[in-house]
């Protein structure tokens, strides 16, 4: 391919600054072996131009790690790749790239939760069994809940941040859809009927006076006080309080230990589980991609890998 008019230009401005030309020369295969990557994976954008999502850069650290690159050859690619986007001003839009050969382990058994702990723990949930007279007392106002946020896991492989970020206007109850707003973007999931009644029910049945307001960001998910047996408002915010992360980290270790299940359980593995499944349902990569908020399609290799071993 031709040497694009962008990287011809920093080529001359590393060769007026006094760069050896075995060092231009080094500039220039990397730089080149990025353009092809980019217009062989990235069709959609112009060739010859530079991306202007640090995402695309990242995908390719990636595919150079999934290569085996050496730490050093990697060091030098992204190095590279930070000069030539520093000399087009483009490192003050998204930082600097880092580079790392740390490559993620390949996923085994024990990164998922099956079918029957799955089955197990909702069931659970809702359930009285093993319940001291005091948990007995508020089982009633936070089962729901904690169903509704298992649910939101296990079925649609919500992250806990997510769960915890939910407002009351990012669920539309009449279109069955849920929308998760992160740094990486907006997307829109359809909710089963079953699961979005279960989730109505649960804010059907908050007393009115800790009810988050339709169409407002008041959070999905509160914060229960057990000693007081009511939901906890936040005054100063003059809104419902939120669940925190941590209280939704104690909740599942609970939920777990009662459900009976031998395995060690975490949220990791409700996300993967729900990852996998939607790859042996065919879904394509962009949708996946989608679907689950994921940077890249690289993020999917492994669990591609594991499948391929089963």
Not at 257 to 285: D, H, M, P, W
Request: charged share 25%; glycine share 2%; hydrophobic share 35%.
């Amino acid at each position: 391919m031709d040497i694009p008019l962008l990287v011809q230009h920093f080529l001359i401005h590393l060769h007026e600054t006094g760069k050896k030309h075995s060092t231009v020369s080094m500039y220039k295969h990397d730089l080149m072996a990025f353009f092809k990557w980019l217009n062989q994976h990235s069709p959609d954008i112009t060739p010859g131009i530079l991306p202007e999502e640090k995402s695309c850069y990242e995908e390719y650290l990636t595919y150079l790690k999934e290569k085996n690159l050496s730490e050093a050859n990697l060091r030098r690619v992204a190095s590279h790749l930070n000069r030539l986007l520093e000399y087009h001003n483009l490192t003050d839009q998204f930082g600097a790239l880092k580079a790392t050969t740390k490559k993620q382990r390949d996923l085994v058994d024990s990164d998922f939760i099956t079918e029957k702990d799955t089955f197990s723990l909702l069931n659970s949930v809702v359930s009285k069994k093993n319940l001291t007279e005091t948990q007995l007392q508020i089982h009633k106002y936070i089962a729901p809940r904690n169903y509704s946020i298992l649910i939101l896991m296990l079925h649609y492989g919500l992250t806990l941040n997510e769960v915890v970020s939910l407002n009351i206007n990012d669920i539309n109850f009449s279109q069955n859809e849920l929308t998760i707003i992160t740094n990486k973007g907006k997307r829109v999931l359809e909710l089963s009927k079953d699961d979005k009644k279960i989730i109505y029910n649960y804010f059907s049945d908050i007393p009115s006076l800790f009810k988050p307001k339709d169409y407002t960001d008041d959070p999905l998910f509160l914060s229960f006080h057990p000693q007081k047996k009511v939901y906890w408002y936040d005054y100063n915010l003059n809104k419902p309080k939120r669940i925190s992360l941590i209280g939704v980290k104690r909740m599942i270790e609970k939920e777990v230990e009662r459900s009976g299940i031998q395995a060690k359980v975490r949220s990791t593995q409700f996300r993967n589980s729900c990852i996998l499944n939607k790859i042996s349902e065919g879904y394509s990569n962009e949708s996946l991609i989608y679907y689950f908020g994921l940077s890249s399609r690289h993020a999917l290799y492994r669990y591609k890998r594991y499948l391929e071993t089963q």
